[in-house]
């Protein structure tokens, strides 16, 4: 059996979950998340916890078991704390910017570049070179820090680019010199 799926989910008392058939939504603090379970996965309400369980150990029930379970995690977790992810910006003249809500990045192109974070999510510059990207869908902040790191990636040579908190790039060595 799943060791993640067999873990409950444990829920704060400013949290509400509202299970209905095949759909959840988790209200809390900081918003609310909705989503849409696998067709089979059986969602159990308790005092203050949520069980997940598999009706047979079918090899498709038995991988979203454990799924079903760390979603739901992180749905609780992005209503009662959020999730960020940090961003540094290496290089001699690169910088970024708020204009209003909009990210706008001088990163080496003739051009600036700007991000719209959307809804339920928020982007932070406390310093030109560091970006900070928070919302409640752990999903849809990776997904916009991997979009912001895709406009201008590390390079191996100098490492300049756009790169995770305390990712750590591989330097080639360049020519070698006669």
């Known amino acids: 059996m799943s060791r993640t799926g067999k873990k409950p989910v444990p829920v704060p ?5 509202q299970i209905d058939g095949r759909n959840i939504i988790v209200k809390g603090p900081k918003g609310q998340l909705a989503m849409e379970l696998p067709r089979d996965m059986i969602i159990e309400k308790d005092e203050g916890l949520l069980l ?12 979203l078991h454990g799924l079903t379970r760390t979603l739901i995690d992180n749905m609780v977790t992005g209503v009662t704390d959020g999730y960020s992810r940090n961003l540094e910006l290496v ?3 690169y910088k970024a910017a708020l204009q209003g809500r909009k990210l706008v990045l001088n990163v080496g192109y003739s ?3 700007e991000f719209d974070p959307g809804d339920n999510m928020e982007i932070e ?8 990207v928070k919302g409640i869908d752990k999903q849809k902040v990776g ?16 490492g300049k680019g756009i790169r995770y908190e305390n990712e750590i790039v591989r330097q080639k060595v360049g020519k070698a010199g006669k």
């Open 125 to 132: 510059v406390p310093s030109p070179t560091k970006i900070i």
């Open 13 to 17: 008392e400013k949290v509400e979950v």
């Open 111 to 113: 051009h600036p570049v």
């Open 52 to 63: 997940v369980k598999r009706p047979s150990d079918n090899p498709q029930h038995r991988a």
């Open 91 to 93: 290089g001699v003249g």
């Open 143 to 158: 997904n916009l820090a991997a979009v912001i790191r895709r406009t201008f990636p590390p390079e191996p040579y100098k």
